[in-house]
């Protein structure tokens, strides 16, 4: 499978822990991105890297989240102290450099904070 | 910032007929349409898309129009299948953002036999 990969696909965790998500982009896909989606509703933007390089992030992205990918390969998305507020699906997205409006959805990692 | 509106926010119709999806955008400067496909689970299937110097695209049975000066664009699904039924989201972005999309509140399309 060449597509988005994200693990895990589900997580539940209690509140107050922190939880990290990992995100494989399509090979050679320079840039990626991360968006935060609940329920009834459509994807969030949060941040997005042109290879290990954070290039924006958005005001939804408080001070608990952090996101890296140290190599340009892969990324993670780390919530510390998790609140109930948290819980939606996380989605990953990679686009290649030469069209960079093109975006290729995983099947996302589904966060549930009780 | 864009702000993308859509609707209906459900839309059922008979195996066959043909399906429409309207969106809105905000941001004049907006010059990327792409339409995503999400079913129960999974993440967004990009279905279609449209750039600003095009009027019209089609696919098969699925075809998407862009009006620049409305700021509008739509989703037509003719001859729809009971595997049309998913959620169906608009979006909008401009190139320079990357892929920094602005997403519709999305569409609940049923297909019933």
Redesign the interface.
């Given at each position: 499978d060449t597509g988005?990969s994200?693990d895990p696909r589900h997580k539940i965790t209690k509140r107050g822990q922190n939880v990290t998500f990992r995100c494989d982009p399509i090979s050679e896909h320079n840039?990626l991105?991360w968006?935060r989606q609940t329920l009834?509703?459509?994807?969030?933007?949060l941040t997005?890297f042109?290879n290990e390089a954070q290039?924006?992030k958005s005001r939804l992205l408080s001070d608990r989240f952090s996101a890296e990918r140290p190599k340009g390969s892969f990324s993670t998305l780390e919530i510390q102290r998790t609140e109930q507020g948290d819980s939606a699906m996380y989605?990953c997205?990679s686009?290649p450099f030469l069209r960079?409006?093109?975006?290729?959805?995983?099947?996302?990692t589904?966060l549930t904070v009780v | 910032g864009e702000n993308v509106e859509q609707h209906p926010s459900t839309l059922s119709v008979q195996e066959g007929d043909s399906a429409v999806i309207k969106c809105t955008y905000s941001d004049s400067a907006s010059n990327y349409f792409p339409w995503y496909k999400q079913e129960l689970g999974k993440g967004p299937q990009l279905i279609i898309d449209i750039r600003s110097n095009v009027g019209e695209k089609k696919d098969q049975r699925i075809a998407v129009t862009l009006n620049k000066t409305a700021k509008h664009f739509s989703l037509h699904i003719t001859e729809t299948q009971p595997e049309d039924s998913a959620v169906y989201f608009c979006a909008a972005s401009k190139s320079g953002t990357a892929s920094k999309l602005t997403f519709g509140t999305g569409t609940r399309l049923q297909v019933t036999l």
């Open positions: 988005v994200q840039r991105y968006y009834g509703q459509g994807p969030e933007f997005y042109q290039l924006e989605l997205a686009s960079d409006t093109e975006a290729f959805f995983g099947q996302g589904r | -």
